[in-house]
């Protein structure tokens, strides 16, 4: 479990993170989204004790993360394909790892095969793709079998194949009771895999929902007739909210089954109608637009009222 209370972290004017609140639950993916800069892998390092928040806590299973007695086993962190050796191979990296926590070297042959990197495990790292290199961070993080995953955009680099088997990863994992940390751009994925979603805008958490919550709060019927109009009316008495865009009605707080009901009963000429909800990234850019004028890191520093 991950918990993280009111975390501060400035580079000098830069706020990275402010007042930022957030927990993993074991058997949960839990994800963080954000613009670029928005504070993100701050925030994963320091939950790692790579950087030093300036106040607040970030616990992992309620200690700092640099005083968990067995690390590999607590957390698996990929944060950084790009910190291996480039002249080592690509089974010495994943060895290291293993005989630094005294972990069996059968572990090494397992974890590399659950990687998909067997085959390839003489080659050098510099020889790896960044995909490759994304599944060798990946083969480190989970050499430990550990009960939490800290992975900063494991997604980048991945090819289809490579995305597809990441889901399923994520899924087994949290099935199997780890809590998952996950950062990336590709919110159409995450909306697939994640359980809660955090937006992190300016080093400021802007919103916290369990997604499907909001794709249930955002459920309705979209409706396609030759009447919108008079549909609209009929439909107004049942819908807790109706939207017109052309010949289509957007109709909230009704099922599809209650809408074709009525349709059908009054003879209206349906040429469609299907449920819908609002997607991720909807939802993402309504929220940065509103969280705008508040960004505390593109703002100026007041200026003090001196003689000019
Ligand atoms: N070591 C550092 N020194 C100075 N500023 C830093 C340092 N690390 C991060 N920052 C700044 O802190 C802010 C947050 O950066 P961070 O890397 O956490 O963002 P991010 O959300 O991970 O971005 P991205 O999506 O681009 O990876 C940015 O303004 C960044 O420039």
Same mark, same amino acid.
């Given at each position: 479990?991950?918990?993280?209370?009111?975390?501060?972290?400035?580079?000098?004017?830069?706020?990275?993170?402010?007042?930022?609140?957030?927990?993993?639950?074991?058997?949960?993916?839990?994800?963080?989204?954000?613009?670029?800069?928005?504070?993100?892998?701050?925030?994963?390092?320091?939950?790692?004790?790579?950087?030093?928040?300036?106040?607040?806590? $970030?616990?992992?299973? %309620? *200690? #700092?993360?640099? !005083?968990?007695?067995?690390? /590999?086993?607590? +957390? @698996?962190?990929?944060?950084?394909?790009?910190?291996?050796?480039?002249?080592?191979?690509?089974?010495?990296?994943?060895?290291?790892? $293993?005989?630094?926590? %005294? *972990? #069996?070297?059968? !572990?090494?042959?397992?974890? /590399?095969?659950? +990687? @998909?990197?067997?085959?390839?495990?003489?080659?050098?790292?510099?020889?790896?793709?960044?995909?490759?290199?994304?599944?060798?961070?990946?083969?480190?993080?989970?050499?430990?079998?550990? !009960?939490?995953?800290?992975?900063?955009?494991?997604?980048?680099?991945?090819?289809?194949?490579?995305?597809?088997?990441?889901?399923?990863?994520?899924?087994?994992?949290?099935?199997?009771?780890?809590?998952?940390?996950?950062?990336?751009?590709?919110?159409?994925?995450?909306?697939?895999?994640?359980?809660?979603?955090?937006?992190?805008?300016?080093?400021?958490?802007?919103?916290?929902?369990?997604?499907?919550?909001?794709?249930?709060?955002?459920?309705?019927?979209?409706?396609?007739?030759?009447?919108?109009?008079?549909?609209?009316?009929?439909?107004?008495?049942?819908?807790?909210?109706?939207?017109?865009?052309?010949?289509?009605?957007?109709?909230?707080?009704?099922?599809?089954?209650?809408?074709?009901?009525?349709?059908?009963?009054?003879?209206?000429?349906?040429?469609?109608?299907?449920?819908?909800?609002?997607?991720?990234?909807?939802?993402?850019?309504?929220?940065?637009?509103?969280?705008?004028?508040?960004?505390?890191?593109?703002?100026?520093?007041?200026?003090?009222?001196?003689?000019?």
């Amino acid at each position: 479990m991950i918990e993280v209370s009111d975390a501060h972290k400035r580079y000098g004017s830069t706020v990275a993170l402010t007042a930022v609140d957030l927990t993993a639950e074991p058997g949960q993916v839990t994800a963080v989204i954000g613009p670029n800069g928005a504070g993100k892998s701050t925030l994963f390092r320091a939950v790692l004790g790579l950087e030093t928040l300036d106040a607040g806590s $970030a616990l992992v299973d %309620g *200690l #700092p993360y640099s !005083r968990a007695r067995t690390p /590999l086993r607590a +957390v @698996g962190a990929a944060v950084d394909p790009s910190a291996f050796h480039p002249a080592r191979r690509v089974v010495d990296e994943v060895l290291i790892a $293993a005989v630094s926590q %005294g *972990l #069996p070297r059968r !572990r090494v042959e397992a974890v /590399l095969h659950e +990687v @998909g990197l067997w085959p390839v495990r003489h080659r050098r790292v510099r020889a790896l793709s960044l995909g490759m290199r994304q599944r060798l961070s990946l083969a480190v993080a989970l050499i430990g079998r550990p !009960r939490s995953l800290i992975l900063d955009e494991p997604l980048n680099g991945l090819d289809v194949d490579g995305i597809h088997w990441m889901r399923g990863l994520l899924r087994e994992a949290s099935d199997g009771g780890c809590a998952v940390l996950i950062s990336s751009h590709i919110l159409s994925e995450l909306e697939r895999v994640a359980d809660r979603i955090h937006v992190l805008a300016s080093g400021r958490m802007i919103s916290s929902a369990d997604v499907a919550a909001s794709a249930e709060r955002s459920r309705h019927v979209v409706v396609v007739s030759d009447d919108p109009g008079a549909l609209r009316s009929l439909l107004v008495t049942q819908a807790t909210d109706i939207v017109r865009e052309g010949r289509a009605l957007l109709v909230w707080g009704m099922t599809v089954r209650a809408v074709a009901e009525m349709a059908f009963r009054h003879r209206f000429f349906v040429e469609s109608l299907a449920e819908s909800h609002d997607s991720l990234e909807s939802d993402y850019v309504r929220l940065l637009a509103e969280a705008a004028p508040l960004d505390p890191v593109l703002k100026e520093p007041p200026r003090s009222d001196g003689p000019s």
